[in-house]
């Protein structure tokens, strides 16, 4: 049994903390979110230097081949530091066509999108808490029509992989569409509501399981999300009881903190394992992985946006404020608790995935 | 990543699965004989299978610390349903204090016997005046000749009516600081000096004792560790609750028996599990019973590779405890009415709602738990007034 990270991975996390320890500490996060920047392109470029788009895309078409837990431990690690990057949208653009392009489609697409060259995104909602492929009603074909919601980054997107009824197709930049930013909660990461007007469109050609796949590493990377935002949050919350200090003492050394916080850290440390699990049986363990994705997706979102709740109760009125940087993470956190649909949602797929 | 035992293991997997094919079940058949079953677990120790941290003079296998060939024999000897030579809880946690702090001489006269269940141990830690704040006890003991006489009183000795033996904290200093007058001593119960009662719990059954010392005695050389010292060898028994991955077996086995409730029971005419509420809470406890799973294989690899488990090393008991707790609660809302009835089909569920909540005392209350994450996890600082065994360090 090796259920750890190999040292190649810790190497590779450690680069991309650096990275991130340098380029993308509170006050950068910060500054991006209040100019509501669509991301930090900077911190993003560099990112894709250093291959963090890559990860699954096959080494024949210039990624690394890796796996989705090695995709996963970096969206835990841009959770931690709340990265203000399209990560998300983009390596589920990338895995998709890897997974349902064709030979043409992948030679045309995989290698810009593994550099960084064109920027990818998915568009899957369709509002009214649809997400999923059996609730697509956008009409496939050549040419779409049609509204999708809540796409990230649309706007700034070189193409969108878009569900449509039954199937997958790519919408490159310049075709018919138009974007309207939503005045989103979590601004570290835009969403834009896309009307496409007869958009040239150029289908993929997934099987029903491939679609299923998409949907399992969405749940995971959102998982791995939450998890680093979670446990991050904790960190933080633990090092200001240490810190802050009333009636003549921190009040870190107050049983009634110290329990919360205790509570706090029990509900969110052993979320790793679980999604852990979701990422390698994605790899793996093929008859558990939808199971698993839907429960990590449900577990972690649910825990994070408690936590985040219970980080605000800790810190006392600067947690409540704009320049203290909890808000970022708990609207982070209602992100990752909505996009995809909500924890019962996935409970309800997992109870009947499980044959119960 | 991975999580199977790797192919270094599966030679070591197929031996074990030799060794059992060939002695168990037994030749005649009979897996109810105690001889059969003595002579198995015989056999397993001789493989090095059984007692593997327990020396070969003392009738254990010693073998080399190995967590995953430990858990390979565990899964191998439930799949074969051998016999496991397994020794009550209270066995388990004295056996390597003994190994730790022990004498030779204790060593050879108790373990054997402790291995083979003839002699069968009670804990005598609690006192109904020292639960959480454990050193303030005060059952004493006076060294008269060559002789320890003890008086006062023990609580929570699960099992002593069934014990021969009792492994005892006790006042030996009283005018030394209140960590530093505790001695460490063994007794054995079958005396005349010696009172059990047992309590009634609110499930009717009866686990723990009280047990009274009236002058009681025990020789001299029955005292583990030094005089004084007793606290210290406590921290070694307590080191050894923690549990691994056979910790997890009995939430998963909660949980199958909680889905198979779901299943059984209807409501409004459907089975339970059909009603969505149900689906949602069955999920989200699974999810939970999958992060402590996966958690502890987590920490299970990393104390294999020497590295830090970091945050989850102190949250096991606590998880499960919530765990189930949880788990009880939803078989609470399946049998509907029935949770009235204790001669009705689901005594047992009824049984586990209250047996549950016992978890959160035993063994470190939750708040005892709450204040060792929060101190030893997560660093914040110590309370004033919480020693807890772990605090002291050993000598």
Avoid at chain 1, 44 to 65: D, H, K, S, V
Avoid at chain 2, 216 to 244: C, D, I, N, Q
Avoid at chain 2, 360 to 386: C, M, V
Wanted: hydrophobic share 40%.
């Amino acid at each position: 049994m090796n259920f750890l990270l190999s040292d190649d991975q810790l190497a590779f996390l450690d680069t991309i903390r650096d990275l991130l320890t340098d380029r993308c500490d509170p006050l950068r996060v910060h500054a991006v979110f209040d100019r509501g920047e669509s991301f930090d392109a900077e911190l993003w470029a560099q990112l894709c230097g250093m291959g963090a788009p890559a990860i699954m895309i096959p080494e024949a078409y210039g990624g690394l081949g890796l796996q989705m837990i090695d995709l996963a431990i970096v969206a835990e690690l841009l959770g931690e530091f709340a990265a203000p990057t399209p990560f998300l949208g983009h390596a589920l653009a990338g895995l998709t066509i890897a997974l349902a392009g064709d030979e043409a489609q992948k030679a045309r697409w995989l290698p810009a999108l593994a550099s960084g060259e064109l920027l990818g995104t998915v568009a899957w909602g369709e509002g009214d808490s649809r997400w999923l492929p059996d609730e697509w009603r956008l009409g496939a074909g050549s040419a779409l029509t049609g509204v999708k919601q809540l796409v990230p980054n649309a706007a700034e997107a070189d193409l969108l992989v878009v569900g449509v009824e039954g199937g997958l197709a790519v919408v490159e930049k310049g075709a018919a569409f138009t974007c309207t930013r939503l005045d989103g909660v979590d601004r570290t990461r835009p969403l834009d509501t896309v009307t496409f007007h007869g958009a040239v469109a150029e289908p993929l050609g997934p099987r029903p399981e491939d679609i299923d796949r998409l949907i399992d590493a969405a749940a995971v990377l959102l998982a791995a999300d939450a998890f680093g935002g979670a446990h991050r949050l904790t960190e933080a919350t633990v090092e200001y009881a240490k810190m802050r200090v009333q009636f003549g003492q921190t009040v870190g050394s107050f049983q009634g903190l110290k329990h919360q916080l205790a509570n706090m850290a029990l509900a969110v440390e052993p979320m790793r394992g679980l999604y852990w699990f979701a990422a390698h049986a994605w790899d793996a363990v093929p008859d558990k992985a939808r199971y698993a994705a839907a429960q990590a997706k449900a577990h972690c979102t649910d825990v994070y946006l408690q936590a985040s709740r219970d980080a605000v109760e800790a810190h006392g009125g600067i947690g409540f404020t704009w320049e203290h940087d909890t808000h970022i993470y708990f609207k982070r956190a209602m992100f990752d608790w909505t996009w995809l649909g909500q924890p019962n949602r996935h409970r309800l797929r997992a109870a009947t995935l499980a044959g119960w | 990543m991975e999580l199977g035992f790797g192919p270094e293991f599966d030679s070591f997997r197929a031996e074990v699965r030799g060794f059992l094919k060939a002695h168990w079940p037994p030749a005649d058949g009979d897996v109810k004989s105690s001889a059969n079953e003595n002579a198995f677990v015989h056999a397993a120790i001789g493989e090095g299978y059984l007692h593997r941290n327990v020396p070969r003079r003392f009738g254990g296998s010693e073998q080399e610390p190995d967590i995953v060939r430990a858990e390979i024999i565990r899964e191998e000897f439930r799949r074969a349903r051998a016999p496991s030579g397994r020794i009550p809880v209270t066995g388990k946690l004295v056996v390597p204090t003994l190994l730790d702090c022990g004498t030779e001489e204790q060593c050879a006269q108790l373990i054997p016997k402790t291995l083979t269940g003839e002699i069968r141990w009670a804990q005598g830690f609690s006192e109904p005046n020292a639960g959480s704040d454990l050193a303030s006890l005060r059952t004493r003991a006076e060294l008269v000749g060559d002789e320890w006489v003890i008086n006062g009183q023990k609580i929570w000795s699960t099992g002593a009516h069934l014990a021969t033996h009792i492994f005892l904290l006790v006042r030996t200093e009283p005018d030394a600081p209140r960590h530093e007058g505790i001695s460490y001593l063994l007794v054995d119960l079958r005396q005349p000096g010696v009172t059990i009662r047992p309590l009634t719990q609110m499930t009717r059954q009866k686990e723990f004792c009280e047990v009274f010392f009236d002058d009681a005695r025990t020789p001299a050389g029955m005292l583990v560790g030094e005089r004084g010292k007793g606290w210290y060898v406590t921290r070694s028994t307590l080191k050894h609750e923690r549990s691994g991955i056979g910790g997890l077996t009995w939430p998963l086995s909660m949980f199958r028996d909680l889905l198979q409730l779901a299943r059984s029971i209807e409501r409004d005419g459907r089975p339970a599990i059909e009603d969505p509420a149900i689906r949602i809470e069955l999920a989200a406890i699974d999810a939970e019973l999958q992060s402590l799973t996966y958690s502890t294989y987590r920490a299970t690899s990393h104390d294999v590779h020497a590295r830090e488990v970091g945050w989850f090393q102190t949250m096991s008991k606590l998880y499960s405890t919530n765990l189930a707790q949880r788990i009880s609660k939803l078989g609470r809302d399946i049998i509907g009415d029935q949770f009235l009835d204790m001669s009705g089909p689901n005594l047992k569920m009824i049984e586990r709602f209250m047996i549950s909540l016992s978890m959160s005392i035993a063994g470190g209350t939750s708040n005892i738990q709450r204040n060792l994450i929060a101190e030893r996890s997560l660093g914040l600082p110590r309370d004033q007034h919480f020693e807890s065994a772990s605090k002291a360090t050993p000598r």
